[in-house]
């Protein structure tokens, strides 16, 4: 039997377990495209490259597998790069499948052409050209393997519009299979050792290779243990946030008592996260490159251990793997009374005080609880983001799709693909005024193919984060920030979906619970007071201080 390349492409992304796929289409991969036609894989045409990429990531984030993403050469491509390096950043299997010139027409810089081994050499776990239609097989069934194995992360292929086109009858490949290490005996015996001997041990739990199965485990070992726990800069879900042990999240914002207690650990086990910026709180947390923790680092990429950090205790481990490993372990805890301390300062940082305005954001995500308590939460990038991170509480994994890349737009395509990936589940977005605005148009992708999101706009007229930046050290010296919105309510009712607009707490309930039933895409306009600009302060107070 002979295939077109195209066709070929498209039965090893079956055979590789793909049943959805995200894209904008283009004429540089029409073979790819028609090779779909008679294909079981769902298809999602969104209306921007990076919306198609963060979808991508979203869905390996949910689902564990490579998201597959389509896009032309050229501007497709360097759109849709925010989506690669945030499942780099993230750890997130991806596959971006870009077409090319066709290859008789290299380094001519033809229409649209980039040389994709260069551009995404940095973002990217593995980047190639397939050159050969013969080859598409071998490389295809490489892609899903380097993409899952170890820390997973983004490939990129680029495919020449002509090699789609030309016949082949080689074979499909087998279907691929996750590669990742187990923890040796000797180190999980030395971490019992350690463990055993510790008076303020801490974990941090979160990042590369996270499961269901992974937060199971690993709860049932620190709650025997006694042991508490947080989690990494936007991996909430690593554990059940009603879990005894659990002391709250260690990113932006973070509370001050549990930004202590991390410091003040002797023995620190970090299981999966990278230990970055974000979660380190600029590298102050843990002092680099010898931590004054007894530090555990278990992480299933070789290249990420003493890459910042040297670990005493270093184990290269996939999660699964690691969690299985100590999910029997047992030590005489000594450390209740540091687990109930640290649980009642969580407690106690999550609750609301008043906000500036007539719309109170922390009541409003108690209202939100209340509802909806097991929702999927997306989100982007900004101001908005704290009060959601700290007053929202999530059980399960996997629940919370954020960027820890920082990239403004995702929430939105996130929130598509959570539906698509979950039709069954509540997917909530919550998304700032120019977060939204950088991907909104994706409320058509939600209308065309009938998934009901519930898109939450917090709208303070301003990009938050940097304002208060700008407060903070010119202040008063506004350049660059101030932004003027639409009726965000209006625009959602333009593309066919649900809008509100809520300019007082007590109306956001009943908005809430109009949205959920409207039965397809809504968007809830939040109108807050601009003074509101973090859960702990105002413009003015900054600005005061400054």
Same mark, same amino acid.
């Given at each position: 039997?002979?295939?077109?390349?195209?066709?070929?492409?498209?039965?090893?992304?079956?055979?590789?377990?793909?049943?959805?796929?995200?894209?904008?289409?283009?004429?540089?991969? =029409?073979?790819?495209?028609?090779?779909?036609?008679?294909?079981?894989?769902? =298809?999602?045409?969104?209306?921007?490259?990076?919306?198609?990429?963060?979808?991508?990531?979203?869905?390996?984030?949910?689902?564990?597998?490579?998201?597959?993403?389509?896009?032309?050469?050229?501007?497709?491509?360097?759109?849709?790069?925010?989506?690669?390096?945030?499942?780099?950043?993230?750890?997130?299997? =991806?596959?971006?499948?870009?077409?090319?010139?066709?290859?008789?027409?290299?380094?001519?810089?033809?229409?649209?052409?980039?040389?994709?081994?260069?551009?995404?050499?940095?973002?990217?776990?593995?980047?190639?050209?397939?050159?050969?239609?013969?080859?598409?097989?071998?490389?295809?069934?490489?892609?899903?393997?380097?993409?899952?194995?170890?820390?997973?992360?983004?490939?990129?292929?680029?495919?020449?519009?002509?090699?789609?086109?030309?016949?082949?009858?080689?074979?499909?490949?087998?279907?691929?299979?996750?590669?990742?290490?187990?923890?040796?005996?000797?180190?999980?015996?030395?971490?019992?050792?350690?463990?055993?001997?510790?008076?303020?041990?801490?974990?941090?739990?979160?990042?590369?290779?996270?499961?269901?199965?992974?937060?199971?485990?690993?709860?049932?070992?620190?709650?025997?243990?006694?042991?508490?726990?947080?989690?990494?800069?936007?991996?909430?879900?690593?554990?059940?946030?009603?879990?005894?042990?659990?002391?709250?999240?260690?990113?932006?914002?973070?509370?001050?008592?549990?930004?202590?207690?991390?410091?003040?650990?002797?023995?620190? =086990?970090?299981?999966?996260?990278?230990?970055?910026?974000?979660?380190?709180?600029?590298?102050?947390?843990?002092?680099?490159?010898?931590?004054?923790?007894?530090?555990?680092?278990?992480?299933?990429?070789?290249?990420?251990?003493?890459?910042?950090?040297?670990?005493?205790?270093?184990?290269?481990?996939?999660?699964?793997?690691?969690?299985?490993?100590?999910?029997?372990?047992?030590?005489?805890?000594?450390?209740?009374?540091?687990?109930?301390?640290?649980?009642?300062?969580?407690?106690?940082?999550?609750?609301?005080?008043?906000?500036?305005?007539?719309?109170?954001?922390?009541?409003?995500?108690?209202?939100?609880?209340?509802?909806?308590?097991?929702?999927?939460?997306?989100?982007?990038?900004?101001?908005?983001?704290?009060?959601?991170?700290?007053?929202?509480?999530?059980?399960?994994?996997?629940?919370?799709?954020?960027?820890?890349?920082?990239?403004?737009?995702?929430?939105?395509?996130?929130?598509?693909?959570?539906?698509?990936?979950?039709?069954?589940?509540?997917?909530?977005?919550?998304?700032?005024?120019?977060?939204?605005?950088?991907?909104?148009?994706?409320?058509?992708?939600?209308?065309?193919?009938?998934?009901?999101?519930?898109?939450?706009?917090?709208?303070?007229?301003?990009?938050?984060?940097?304002?208060?930046?700008?407060?903070?050290?010119?202040?008063?010296?506004?350049?660059?920030?101030?932004?003027?919105?639409?009726?965000?309510?209006?625009?959602?009712?333009?593309?066919?979906?649900?809008?509100?607009?809520?300019?007082?707490?007590?109306?956001?309930?009943?908005?809430?619970?109009?949205?959920?039933?409207?039965?397809?895409?809504?968007?809830?306009?939040?109108?807050?007071?601009?003074?509101?600009?973090?859960?702990?302060?105002?413009?003015?107070?900054?600005?005061?201080?400054?």
């Amino acid at each position: 039997m002979t295939r077109r390349g195209g066709k070929l492409l498209a039965d090893q992304l079956a055979v590789h377990g793909t049943e959805l796929a995200f894209c904008v289409p283009g004429e540089s991969y =029409l073979e790819l495209l028609d090779g779909l036609y008679e294909s079981s894989i769902r =298809l999602i045409t969104c209306r921007h490259e990076a919306s198609a990429a963060n979808m991508a990531e979203a869905y390996g984030k949910l689902t564990g597998r490579p998201g597959i993403c389509m896009v032309t050469r050229g501007p497709g491509a360097t759109q849709a790069s925010v989506g690669v390096h945030t499942a780099f950043q993230d750890s997130t299997p =991806l596959i971006l499948l870009v077409g090319q010139v066709a290859s008789s027409q290299e380094e001519r810089e033809a229409f649209q052409e980039v040389d994709y081994r260069r551009m995404f050499g940095p973002l990217a776990k593995w980047v190639a050209q397939i050159d050969s239609v013969d080859r598409l097989p071998e490389l295809l069934a490489r892609a899903y393997t380097v993409a899952c194995a170890g820390r997973p992360g983004p490939v990129v292929l680029a495919l020449p519009e002509d090699m789609l086109a030309q016949e082949t009858d080689a074979a499909d490949a087998p279907r691929f299979r996750v590669l990742q290490p187990s923890p040796a005996a000797a180190d999980v015996e030395a971490f019992r050792t350690l463990l055993a001997g510790a008076e303020r041990p801490f974990a941090i739990l979160g990042g590369a290779g996270w499961t269901p199965q992974v937060s199971a485990d690993m709860r049932i070992f620190l709650e025997a243990n006694d042991l508490p726990a947080g989690a990494a800069f936007r991996r909430q879900d690593a554990l059940d946030n009603d879990s005894p042990v659990y002391a709250g999240d260690v990113g932006i914002g973070i509370n001050p008592a549990l930004a202590e207690r991390v410091r003040d650990a002797d023995v620190l =086990l970090v299981a999966g996260p990278r230990l970055g910026e974000m979660t380190t709180s600029g590298y102050t947390l843990v002092d680099v490159p010898v931590p004054r923790q007894t530090l555990v680092h278990v992480h299933p990429g070789a290249e990420e251990l003493g890459r910042v950090y040297q670990a005493q205790l270093p184990i290269l481990s996939g999660m699964e793997q690691f969690a299985a490993a100590v999910r029997d372990l047992r030590v005489e805890p000594r450390w209740s009374q540091e687990r109930s301390q640290a649980r009642a300062a969580y407690e106690a940082w999550r609750e609301h005080g008043p906000m500036p305005g007539e719309v109170d954001l922390g009541a409003c995500i108690a209202a939100l609880r209340e509802q909806v308590p097991d929702a999927i939460v997306t989100n982007g990038a900004g101001n908005h983001t704290v009060w959601i991170h700290r007053f929202w509480r999530f059980h399960r994994f996997p629940s919370q799709l954020a960027p820890t890349s920082g990239a403004m737009g995702y929430g939105v395509p996130a929130a598509v693909a959570a539906k698509a990936v979950r039709p069954e589940a509540t997917v909530i977005c919550w998304s700032g005024d120019g977060d939204f605005l950088m991907s909104g148009q994706e409320l058509a992708t939600a209308v065309q193919h009938d998934l009901p999101i519930v898109v939450i706009v917090v709208d303070n007229a301003m990009y938050g984060t940097i304002r208060m930046h700008q407060e903070r050290h010119f202040p008063g010296r506004v350049v660059g920030t101030d932004l003027r919105n639409p009726d965000f309510a209006a625009y959602a009712r333009a593309f066919g979906a649900h809008g509100e607009t809520v300019e007082r707490t007590a109306d956001f309930a009943p908005a809430l619970e109009r949205s959920l039933a409207a039965g397809r895409p809504a968007v809830l306009h939040l109108r807050i007071d601009p003074e509101a600009i973090n859960p702990r302060t105002t413009l003015s107070a900054i600005r005061a201080g400054a």
